[in-house]
């Protein structure tokens, strides 16, 4: 929940590679995606290809996820003269990945949430601030969006860390005490051999403490991430919820902190990081929002000469600012216009209809699922909404840090068994090393 399994792609390039001759309309259904990095990824780069329009089709089965795509896609798509990109990279990563925010996020957060409420019970207003997105979900899952969105710009205070700290108790057991050799062991032993090895001892082990992924040496957080919480309900003028229920293990380093086109954040001496996977975060969102919004390739500019990739900063334990903070509501900027591209929202019921809906029959070119909604696979519904040469990608469970060898490997036989009633070429896996499973519709 919150964040994705695997790094951003470019979806449009991942098309191209089965065929080079694509239709002017491309339809996209991605079921599960978590966190919009693949939308992001693919709007960026259009200026590299043949110019099509992008029509994308996002399905999540959790209000929280779709309530965190409005907020990050709105932030994503400010003007430059609202956020300056520096200013929109470190809001994004730090209401993306962050249990605990600066002061002057958790006031973002709060006059954004407002606006979205507004956005998600009035259609038009939706449609006139952000007019390449449509919400066509059922009233109890609007009913229940509105209220997580009014939660985030609530005023009553909650400790996030001792939520995190509850929930790490419980998932490391008796290894608690030795809580530190445990995350060590998760980061050299797990992640860094399937592909995380940018991610850093310092940065992983400050998230597995205290849900904090993303650091700076100039920003002190002490207010909670709101828009981490999760199962909120009304109860009179305030809300109960319990608290953060997503992941502690994984982190969200991997949709945008794994690999970068600048071989020079990459490079490590005597097996240590020159930078941190937060520094390829930040160096990748920076390339993507600047290119959303000029259409043409990034030239990185480089502001610092930090390398903290080895650096060991002092562990402390995170305490919640509970003095409430004077918040004062803005008016969010309208976000930037987006030429042939529409996104929509859909609820997760519509996928038992589009097997014999006439209107989704042979419509999509790319069809998505996240590793946890294959529950809702079924090749009734693959055979009516694909076309000819659509590509099926389906998320393996390789960052999935609880998984060893043998899990990978009956993932993936599972997964082939799931799909071996479709009459469609499969294209060979690697299940320690490649992220996905896929096929296409020969």
Known sequence: MFWGLTSALDLLAELEKHNKNLPEVLNILIIGGADGRHVLQTVAK???????????????KCGENLAKQLLLLNIALQPDTVLGLEQ?????MELYGNSMVRPSVAKYLTSTALELVKMVT???????????????????????????????????????????????RK????????????????LHMRLHTIGGNQVCNQEYRNFRLNGVAFTW???????????????????????????YLGDMQTGPFVSFGLSCEDEEFLKSQNGRNSFRSTDV???????????????????????????????VLKQEKLVVDVKNVDVI??????????????????????????????????????????????????????????????????EHQLFVLSKRKKDLQENVEDLNEKTKDLNWEKLPINPEKDNYIKLINK
Request: glycine share 4%.
């Open 329 to 394: 509501p803005k008016r969010a900027v309208r976000c930037i216009e987006l030429d042939n591209v529409k996104i929509t929202f859909l609820s997760v019921q519509i996928l038992e209809m589009m097997k014999f809906k006439e209107e989704y029959k042979d419509l999509f070119d790319l069809v998505y699922f996240g590793t946890c909604y294959m529950k809702h696979f079924s090749t009734d519904l693959l055979e009516n909404i694909s076309k000819s040469n659509t590509l099926l990608m389906i």
């Open 171 to 186: 998932n490391l057991g008796v290894r608690y005490d030795a809580k530190l050799g445990a995350f060590d062991w998760d």
């Open 122 to 168: 009035n259609y038009d207003y939706l449609s006139e601030q952000m007019n390449f997105l449509k919400l066509e979900i059922k009233y109890k899952e609007r009913d229940y969006l509105e209220n997580l969105l009014k939660f985030w710009c609530g005023k009553d205070e909650f400790n996030i860390c001792d939520s995190w700290d509850k929930r790490l």
């Open 217 to 243: 040496l100039e920003s002190e957080v002490s207010k909670p991430n709101r828009s981490m919480v999760c199962a909120v309900i009304p109860n009179g003028e305030n809300y109960i919820h319990h608290g």
């Open 46 to 60: 259009r200026y590299r290809h043949s110019k099509v329009v992008l029509n994308f089709y996002l399905i999540e």
């Open 88 to 92: 929109k990279t470190k809001l994004f």
């Open 281 to 311: 975060t930040e160096r990748n969102l920076k390339q993507i929002f600047w290119e959303i919004l000029n259409q043409k390739e990034y030239i990185h500019e480089k502001i610092s000469d930090y390398m903290l990739g080895t650096m």
